[in-house]
DNA sequence: CATTTTTGTTAATGTAAGGTTAAAAGGCAA
DNA sequence: TTGCCTTTTAACCTTACATTAACAAAAATG
């Protein structure tokens, strides 16, 4: 199965030039999203997670810095990396104060550009590797471990999940006692809701029933028509 | 205490440029090696430890990428920037390749460089500060001495590992019980991810799942598609 | 009740990732 | 240069995974 891309918000009011950079960016797999100010680079921010920002410095409205700046107020793990028309001092060290990761000079060659990038997320990956809590769910007397892929009954010992065994038992336990829609499965885990990825989530969902079997309390229920609900009894 | 400078080990083979810039840090409280080529830029650098080396790229005997190579076959944590006279593209990709951590193009500004030299030494620091200083480790009933590259079963005959498998144990052992990612082994160590390094380094699991044989209860998982687990069991 | 739609389950298939060993290539020192 | 050690490349094999097909059983529909 594919891995997930990497997430990036693009802020560049230039169209020619924001239009050209996104689609090199996709063509090397990245998920680009792109937009035309400071103000919607803001809002775009606030709604969903990046792994990095490249910011254009000269915009109308609200400049790169002071987007910047609103940025890290929310998130100060997130790389940033401006965009400058041309090598102004000023410019960079006000950058670099701001927390830029880096910094490019309009033109720059684009391979250049790319292994920056790579770079950048990269060193912010290795730094980022220690939040495991929230990989860690407990089942009824299953333990589920996401990021190790394994589930164990009662200090048994652990069976391994496949990819997508582990992500659609992490979402129903994410829903516990709740309703898991099953478009929430296809499109967050599948990425494509068709009839063949919904009853490749039916087999799925076979497995998990039957690794879960050990504990009776245990159930994936099916509400016709909707989704899944993982239920544990008292 | 009064905290010690950082030294810079910087390899300049233009003797005015080289003094100039020596004395420019120095006034900034570096501590600064100059070394007039190639060759007395490696043999300095094997005297002493270094926080950071700036290599000049065009030098006579034995170029800057040459050097950076050499450097980092002693050692793969000291960061390199590379000053060169104008920006080709090669040349900074090549840069990068060798496991580069910055670019500078002559002539700079001064306090720019600065700036980045401030950026580099504090990025590996914190990045430092949870793995690198770590040179032994216990690994069940083993003793890995990754500084002089052995690795001891209950005090039986050590057995002396390559750089590759010392590596790669080391970052194993940084990671007992947990995940560690394939992308990152292969950048750390390989600098490079592709079909042929990932599978050298698996190549490499199957050395170190031999030595770690010895002991049962010490073993090499996979986690497909991720990376691998090196575990301890109880 | 007959029919359609949705879900349950198992098995078969194709592909990708990893395991293992050996040979080739590269580096370095004697 | 030779010889030794390390690393990469290759070859072949095994395991893991996701998808699809096939058929059975529920549930909805009218």
Chains 1, 2 share one sequence.
Request: glycine share 4%; proline share 3%; hydrophobic share 40%.
């Amino acid at each position: 199965m594919e891995e997930q891309n990497k997430k990036i918000l693009l802020v560049e009011d230039d169209p020619n030039f924001g239009t050209v950079l996104k689609d090199y960016l996709t063509m090397n797999d990245y998920d680009v999203v792109h937009a035309k100010n400071g103000m919607e680079g803001f809002e775009k921010f606030k709604k969903d997670d990046y792994d990095l920002c490249i910011l254009d410095v000269m915009m109308p409205y609200k400049d790169g810095f002071t987007l910047a700046k609103e940025i890290r107020e929310k998130n100060t793990d997130v790389p940033i990396v401006f965009l400058t028309a041309k090598a102004m001092k000023e410019d960079v060290l006000k950058g670099y104060k701001v927390g830029a990761d880096d910094y490019l000079n309009k033109p720059f060659d684009s391979e250049v550009l790319l292994m920056k990038i790579k770079a950048i997320i990269q060193r912010k990956a290795t730094e980022t590797i220690s939040d495991s809590k929230q990989f860690e769910f407990k089942i009824g007397s299953f333990d589920l471990n996401s990021k190790l892929r394994f589930l164990r009954h009662e200090g048994g010992d652990p069976v391994k999940l496949s990819p997508k065994e582990n992500e659609l038992l992490r979402l129903l336990a994410l829903h516990e006692n709740d309703l898991m829609p099953r478009e929430l499965a296809l499109t967050k885990i599948w990425r494509d809701d068709n009839y063949f990825t919904s009853r490749s989530m039916d087999v799925y969902i076979a497995k998990l029933r039957k690794y879960l079997k050990l504990d009776p309390k245990v159930e994936i229920l099916n509400i016709h028509g909707e989704g899944f609900r993982l239920v544990v009894n008292a």
